[in-house]
């Protein structure tokens, strides 16, 4: 009796350091890079021979990427050159592992005349910089190399104090590492990190890439062509890219590589223009990253925005959890239909139906009524779609007489709505949108530069369309298909974008 208690007592424990383990692992985003990672991303840094490298990890972990950039540094460094690494880590689990494996690495590599040393800092990265009695520094690193925590930085959160503090603006720990990386880097000084590609677009990123884009100069994306190749061990799906800046440097062409996993067998290397990376006429800085498709596969020739179509883009304006004591099961009284993303079926709305638990009905009072847009056509698309989705963007139709008896609708947030001035617009307008948004070569183009399943309004912004007559054409083209297949969509816009 008292062995199996014992036993079970033991299994518990086991389970519950488990447990502990996970939630750290996933608290301080603790995805280690693979070692074919690491070593592709040291073999991005240049080295002048003789010259002393200061060497910045930041978020060391078990210091694979740290060893990776001595070994590189190691292979073109004089006999009489010398390397000092600052390496910071948090996790006092993972510094157990660190200290040892640095130490035995520079045995290893140390050779006579050269000097490397290590300064283990076991603090948290951003506080320490921020603090100014701790960090007084800053310029003196040449070579920063990064594998960033990734967590959303929350309003009220410590982090978001002390990157405000040095100036920096960014909504996850993974952009402001990169961030207060960059400010340490003396001029010339090379940052290589392997990152999400969220920061690429989007308007929460924004503030980050004005900085990115002011302060340094993109010489090097590497991208991987399956989104599940790169961490795979870890079951990482967010879309990762290794980007090479330079501090202060000259912007010129954007090396993109491509390689399908972290064997880098098949890389493939292009040189292209800085502009079509990062467009001078945007404002917003998105960085696209051209893939190699052939040609003019990746191209729009429509010229047309939004404006020129007089037509605006918005998230549903319905917040569902702020306005909970408005919504009903189903229509009664004063309420109006309440459309969600699962209320379409097909590319209309079926509106009651749809497999939701969700509320169909909001009511039209006071409180509510300016979150309502009229009764009329609108183009809608899912503000999320799934990694399974062919598309990113999924266009749907909204039509008046889908809503019979109703005067008003509301859109709920999880939906992106084209609308005229919060109206509809007219039938055949909107359902030649509605077959442009859902082709094939405007899902390749917006992957230019949206690397995760998220569709934001600004985003639609972005996006060049036909002319208003040329989506009329669409439109009435579209009508007279029950269901376009895709490759019936696919067909009509490619005979236009060849006008
Ligand atoms: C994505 S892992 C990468 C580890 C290692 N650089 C690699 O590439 O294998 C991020 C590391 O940053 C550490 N970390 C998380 N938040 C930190 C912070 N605020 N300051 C310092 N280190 C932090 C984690 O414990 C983890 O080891």
Redesign the pocket.
Known sequence: MIEIATKRRGRRSRLLNADARSARKSE??????PPGI?KFMASLFSFKRTADVQIL??????G??SCALIAEWGRVATRKSSLHLTA????PD?LKQLRPALREFVLGQQREGQSIDVDIRP?????AVANPFEYANPGVFSHAI?????KKINSHSMHRVWLRDLGIETVN?YSGFVAVALQLLGPGGQLVAIIPRSFCNGPYYRPFRKMLLRNAAIERIHLFESRTKAFQADGVLQENIIIKIVRGGKQGSVVISTSRDDSFQDIECRKVPFEEVVRSDDDDGFIRIPQSEPAGEKYLTFSHNLHDLGLQVSTGPVVDYRLKEYLLDEIEGQAVPLIYACHFVDGRSRWPEGSTKKKTAIQDVPETHRWLYPTGCYVVTRRLSSKEESRRIIAHMVVRGDFPGHEWIGFENHLNVFHTAKNGMEEELARGLCTYLNSTRVDRFFRLFNGHTQVNAMDLRKLPYPSPDQLRQLGRQAAKIKRPAQAQIDSMVEELNEC
């Open positions: 301080l985003g603790q995805v280690m890079t690491a990890d930041a978020g060391a972990g078990q694979s990427l910071y880590e948090v996790d993972m603090v948290d990265f951003i506080e990064l594998n960033p925590p990734y720990l």
